[in-house]
């Protein structure tokens, strides 16, 4: 994570946590020329066009206050969506025995990407059950290994 990302991490929290959301991403990119401050929210039930409004209005008046990006970007509030980014501890266990996708830094058993269902979680290693060819089969995919983790819907 970006110093930029874990300072507005830290100013919007409180202003989330009193409105009920849960904070599950901030990313802030450049995109052509222009850059993007997203911020993806959620709560109980999912989030609506309203709540994304409510939060965006009220992390812009905190941004406006104490904002740590020097540059112009558009602020974006959104939900996380069905491929929900998989970041915390909380998330992983929250994911047992649904289906994810896994891109790594380096490869396991030959792959630097895997889809499937999360079987176990520990400090050490997630354990997936992927398909190779007709088989069900389980991998053993060390946490320091892992680069992005999120929801995956499957057909």
């Not at 990006?69 to 509030?77: E, G, K, S, T």
């Not at 025995?97 to 396991?108: E, G, H, K, T």
């Not at 499937?116 to 997630?126: C, N």
């Amino acid at each position: 994570m970006s110093k930029i990302t874990e300072q507005v991490e830290t100013l919007i929290h409180p202003v989330l946590n009193e409105l009920n959301y849960e904070l599950v991403d901030v990313e802030f990119v450049k995109e052509g020329r222009d850059h993007y401050l997203r911020i993806a929210i959620d709560k109980e039930g999912g989030v609506d066009l309203n709540d994304c409004t409510l939060a965006s209005e009220r992390i812009s008046e905190v941004m406006d206050e104490h904002d740590p990006i020097p540059q112009a970007y558009y602020l974006d509030v959104s939900s996380p969506g069905a491929e929900r980014p998989i970041k915390k501890e909380q998330d992983y266990y929250n994911a047992v025995n649904q289906p994810i996708f896994v891109s790594l830094y380096a490869p396991v058993e030959g792959e630097k990407e895997w889809l499937g269902r999360l079987i176990d979680v520990s400090d050490e290693a997630i354990v997936l059950e992927v398909q190779v060819k007709s088989k069900l089969k389980h991998i053993t995919i060390p946490r320091d290994k892992v680069a992005k983790a999120r929801h995956a819907v499957m057909l």
